[in-house]
């Protein structure tokens, strides 16, 4: 975390050196202003500010590089923290997560509207109902989830480690909840190996969709490919898709993963010089992220496609839980609250799927 907190004029300096993606001049004029407070209510207060992927690029740039990244490796950062106070430019399920992993810090949202149609639309409920549906069958749950789902659930998984935590379960069958996209997805994955059962399979419990990776159609991809000229098979231009979008996207893609297997992957190809062009079937701010951090890579864009809960965190908002914590004034609409048996039992699955991952990881080491 950063000790010092830049003036205004180094402010314009850092951003303007950044060039970072879609920020003209007149915005670094006209935000700076807003930026150094936030950074100096951020170094006096000691709160660490932990960024997702999907903020715009001013939010973003609020949070010092390691604590930048998906909603786990957000809230596993926020755990080893020593500062008692989180603010996190995400929507609500991960400052969620964050708090279930850190019971005794406070964490902060600047807006508790900004939801996720994942979590939204599951809940404990509808695990339960599912539960017993098929009874005996262990059920994971994917980390994009409220923590009162979570509580009813075996193990949490990731889009990353979702293959490996399924294959790693007891028995020959997984309930898999929410998303009904990854789940089919997930079941391609593990055809032969192990049966996926999931909201809507044969049962008329309702799942849930990521409403910003359903809107990828394969047309979409395919029309990419001749706008931008990348060739299905090209060595060095790509396209990638989330884990979360459709299965014939997914088919259609170069690459498929999470966001952070996706941010790798370029990062790998990058520095293996072989990466030219790119096209990410994902969040819009994602790319423009990606954009400033690997500026030789030329990122086609589809910026018609963005989140709108991620979108309700700005500068002002984020400015204005900051100059609350700073004036000593009643934070609880900004505060996350859980209470302590949802913590507990929410917590458990988190800690199992860690467990998992480790030990998965140690037998190939």
């Not at 003036?7 to 915005?27: A, H, N």
């Not at 790693?168 to 789940?183: E, K, M, S, Y």
């Amino acid at each position: 975390m950063a000790t010092a907190a830049p003036d205004v004029d180094e402010v314009k300096r850092r951003l303007r050196s950044r060039k970072l993606p879609f920020v003209l001049d007149v915005d670094i004029e006209a935000k700076a202003d807003l930026i150094a407070e936030v950074l100096r209510l951020k170094a006096k207060h000691n709160v660490v500010i932990l960024g997702h992927n999907y903020m715009e690029p001013l939010v973003f740039d609020l949070s010092d590089l390691e604590e930048r990244g998906d909603s786990l490796q957000l809230s596993m950062y926020a755990a080893r923290t020593s500062a008692s106070t989180i603010l996190f430019n995400g929507v609500v399920f991960m400052a969620e997560t964050a708090k279930v992993l850190n019971p005794d810090k406070r964490v902060l949202i600047a807006d508790m509207r900004a939801g996720c149609s994942l979590a939204d639309n599951f809940r404990g409920p509808d695990v339960r109902a599912l539960k017993e549906r098929y009874p005996g069958v262990p059920v994971m749950i994917y980390i994009n989830s409220y923590a009162d789902a979570k509580a009813e659930c075996d193990v949490c998984c990731t889009s990353a480690n979702a293959p490996a935590i399924a294959s790693a379960l007891p028995g020959d069958r997984v309930l898999f909840v929410p998303d009904i996209l990854f789940a089919q997805n997930l079941e391609t994955e593990l055809r032969g190996r192990k049966e996926v059962l999931f909201p809507g399979k044969g049962n008329d419990v309702r799942g849930a969709v990521c409403e910003v990776h359903e809107r990828f159609t394969l047309e979409d991809l395919r029309m990419i490919r001749g706008s931008f000229e990348i060739p299905k098979g090209h060595a060095s231009r790509i396209v990638y898709a989330h884990w979360e979008c459709r299965p014939d996207v997914l088919r259609e893609a170069d690459v498929y993963g999470s966001t952070s297997q996706i941010r790798s992957d370029i990062a790998r190809r990058v520095k293996e010089g072989r990466l030219e062009k790119a096209f990410v079937a994902s969040e819009c701010e994602l790319t423009t992220n990606l954009m400033a951090e690997f500026p030789g890579v030329e990122f086609a864009t589809a910026c018609f496609v963005r989140c709108q809960h991620m979108a309700r965190i700005t500068l002002d908002g984020v400015l204005t839980v900051l100059r609350a914590l700073d004036a000593g004034t009643d934070l609880k609409a900004w505060e996350v609250s859980l209470d302590r048996a949802t913590i507990d039992r929410a917590r458990r699955p988190i800690e199992r799927m860690l467990e998992m991952s480790t030990a998965a990881q140690n037998r190939v080491g």
